[in-house]
Structure formats: structure tokens, C-alpha cells
């Protein structure tokens, strides 16, 4: 891959550092082929201790950082910056520096979820409080869009809890998940990369910055979005097996007699009609004859399942007495499938994230 360099940016016209900021290029649609490009930012080293710990611990004099011991150097130090995005960078440097006029007026997803990448490596929200409404406003509709799951970190990292619960929600309701457990969007594709740590049953990394990286693991398997999706769908079969069980107990002997038939008479003969309705029901969504599992569910989301269960109809037994309309479950069945997926607040969330949460609207 070739690499190049774009002009340099005086972000502080007097500034004693040079950052370099490398990012890929994409090729061409002619084939040419993809580069690696560096643009130099010139900035001051003391305007960043100032903005950011995560800064002052790399450039303070006083600290243990390699960058720390170039202090004393001569002017126009490089110190390379490969990892972060330029634009999102870019825009960190102008609000430190105090070069208002630069900042752009509206923001697009992906700039701001850069943004908000290093805000929480460079623990740097409190400096950018004052735009975040105005930039993150416009795009919270985002959270609500397939394809956008990832302003699930932009809210963790802003301290907007409102947002973070949507995106969840609709996480839990809309995944799917691979033959090997992988957590997948609604049309089968992974989620982006950029994520709260724990967030999707797996083992990742904090991105806070120098010094404070940790690992971070969800407590258990049910705390994670994954986990929270086969819960729900492991209620709504129980749902449906207990209800089956609950008709098939009937014709087992029992003093007295037990009915679910409301009517009365030909209550037997209801029991069974209902009982009959609801197997050939069960059967046409595949959980019966054998009863499944969730794990063998990966082509469903609980939101498609639900919707299933929510077109279930079951028939009622006609008599000559015609009182067996309210006898059918149909009803009686769609509110508690309501139920299940309406009660309590959205799994897959742990308590650090709340807390996390908390803490960065406090900046």
C-alpha cells in the first residue's frame, strides 16, 4: 500500500508539536489502488495537557510517557497519532485550542461516533459538552435505524441514557444470532465494531485511554444483548408449552373434572376442539411435534417470533348452546405475549453501563 501526505494543518499557528495522523485512503473506482495517508497537525503541547489527562500524562514534563521526555527537545516534536481518526481529531484539537470558528455546524453519524471514540480514550467529554446537543440532537433518530446500532456508544460515551435504552431495546428485539452464537443485525450481518464494553456477551477492550486500559467482561452471559435475546424468546416458548400442557393436562383423570371451557355445557368436547386448534398452530411455526430449543432459533428474532405468536388464531367450538366464543385463548394468549416482551426494562444491560452512564452526563 502506497502512503502519502497531506498539506499540514496549523490548528495552533506557534505550536511546539507535530502530530501525525495516518488514515487509509480508499482506492479509486479507475483501480487506483488504496493509500495510507498522513496529515500533520501542528498543535500546542500545553493546550492539550490542559484538555485531556490522558494528554497531560503523555506530554507532562513531569510524566513517565515517552512523549513526556521529548519536553526539553527542540521545537516542531512529531509524535505519531496512527490509531485515531483525523477529522474526528481534528475537530478535539480546534475546541482545546480554542479556534471556535472551525468547528463544523452540523455532523454526520460516522464523524461523530469518531468523536465519540476519543472522547472516551481521551477522556475529553467535559471539553466538548457544550456541542454535544447541538450535534447529537439531529442524529438520535439514528438510534432507532438498523445499521446504526453503534450510537449505542455514542449515547454510553455522552451520558445519554434515553438513547442508550432505544438502542438496547431494539437490539434485543430485532437480533438474530449465528450457528456459533454470534450477535447479528435483523438481516443477518454483525454489528459494528464500536461498542460498550460487554455489551454483546463478548470479551472486549476499553478504549479509555494511556494507562487505563482494561479488559471488561459481562458478569454473565445474560447480562449481554445476547443473552437477553434468548431469554425472551426461551419465555415466549414456555409460553406456548405451558398453555399446550395446560389443554393436554385436561384429559388426565382428576376429581372433579377440570375445564377450561367456560361454558356450560360440552365442555369436554370445547377443551379438545382448543386443544386440537392449538397444536395445528404450534405445528405450522415447527415446535411441534417436538418441542425446540432457543438455540436452534438463530433465524429468529424475538420481534419476528412475537409477531408470530401475535398472528396466532385459534377457533372456537360450535355447539348448539353458541356460547363457546370466549371459551377460545386467542385473546387470553396475545396478552401475555404482550406481556413478556413489555415488562421490566430492557436486558442486556449491566450495571457499569448505567453507572458509566451516569458518570459522563456529570462531565
Given at each position: 500500500m502506497e502512503e502519502t501526505s497531506e498539506a499540514t494543518t496549523y490548528v495552533a499557528p506557534t505550536g511546539d508539536l507535530r502530530l501525525l495522523v495516518t488514515h487509509p485512503k480508499k482506492g479509486e473506482a479507475d483501480g487506483t489502488p488504496s493509500k495510507d495517508v498522513t496529515k500533520t497537525l501542528v498543535v500546542s503541547s500545553t493546550v492539550m495537557c490542559l484538555a485531556s489527562p490522558v494528554w497531560k500524562a503523555m506530554f507532562d514534563p513531569q510524566g513517565h510517557f515517552k512523549e513526556a521526555t521529548w519536553s526539553t527537545s527542540a521545537a516542531n516534536r512529531e509524535v505519531a497519532f496512527p490509531d485515531d481518526d483525523p477529522g474526528a481529531l481534528l475537530v478535539l484539537l480546534n475546541i482545546s485550542h480554542l479556534n471556535f470558528d472551525q468547528l463544523p455546524t452540523t455532523m454526520e453519524f460516522d464523524t461523530l461516533l469518531n468523536i465519540a471514540v476519543l472522547c472516551d480514550k481521551y477522556d475529553m467529554v467535559k471539553v466538548i459538552?457544550?456541542?454535544?446537543?447541538?450535534?447529537?440532537?439531529?442524529?438520535?433518530?439514528?438510534?432507532?435505524?438498523?445499521?446504526?446500532?453503534?450510537?449505542?456508544?455514542?449515547?454510553?460515551?455522552?451520558?445519554?441514557?434515553?438513547?442508550?435504552?432505544?438502542?438496547?431495546?431494539?437490539?434485543?428485539?430485532?437480533?438474530?444470532?449465528?450457528?456459533?452464537?454470534?450477535?447479528?443485525?435483523?438481516?443477518?450481518?454483525?454489528?459494528?465494531?464500536?461498542?460498550?464494553?460487554?455489551?454483546?456477551?463478548?470479551?472486549v477492550k476499553s478504549l479509555r485511554g494511556v494507562g487505563q486500559r482494561s479488559w471488561i467482561h459481562a458478569d454473565t452471559h445474560e447480562d449481554s444483548i445476547l443473552g437477553a435475546r434468548e431469554e425472551r424468546l426461551a419465555k415466549l416458548l414456555d409460553l406456548c408449552y405451558n398453555l399446550a400442557d395446560e389443554y393436554a393436562s385436561l384429559g388426565l383423570p382428576s376429581s372433579p373434572p377440570r375445564f377450561l371451557c367456560r361454558a356450560q355445557k360440552d365442555r369436554e368436547e370445547c377443551d379438545t376442539y382448543v386443544l386440537g386448534s392449538m397444536i395445528r398452530g404450534l405445528r405450522s411455526l415447527a415446535l411441534l411435534p417436538s418441542p425446540i430449543k432457543v438455540s436452534s432459533m438463530n433465524h429468529y428474532s424475538v420481534a419476528t417470533f412475537t409477531g408470530k405468536l401475535l398472528a396466532f388464531e385459534c377457533g372456537f367450538y360450535a355447539s348448539d348452546s353458541k356460547n363457546h366464543y370466549d371459551c377460545k385463548y386467542t385473546i387470553h394468549f396475545h396478552k401475555k405475549v404482550k406481556i413478556r416482551n413489555a415488562t421490566t426494562k430492557p436486558s442486556g444491560l449491566l450495571d457499569s453501563h448505567r453507572q458509566h452512564i451516569e458518570e459522563q452526563a456529570k462531565k
Open positions: 459538552r457544550p456541542w454535544i446537543p447541538k450535534w447529537a440532537e439531529p442524529l438520535r433518530s439514528h438510534a432507532l435505524e438498523r445499521g446504526h446500532e453503534e450510537y449505542a456508544f455514542i449515547a454510553w460515551t455522552f451520558g445519554d441514557q434515553v438513547a442508550f435504552d432505544v438502542v438496547i431495546r431494539r437490539m434485543v428485539m430485532k437480533s438474530l444470532s449465528s450457528a456459533s452464537g454470534e450477535l447479528l443485525n435483523g438481516v443477518g450481518k454483525p454489528y459494528g465494531k464500536v461498542m460498550p464494553p460487554g455489551l454483546l456477551g463478548e470479551l
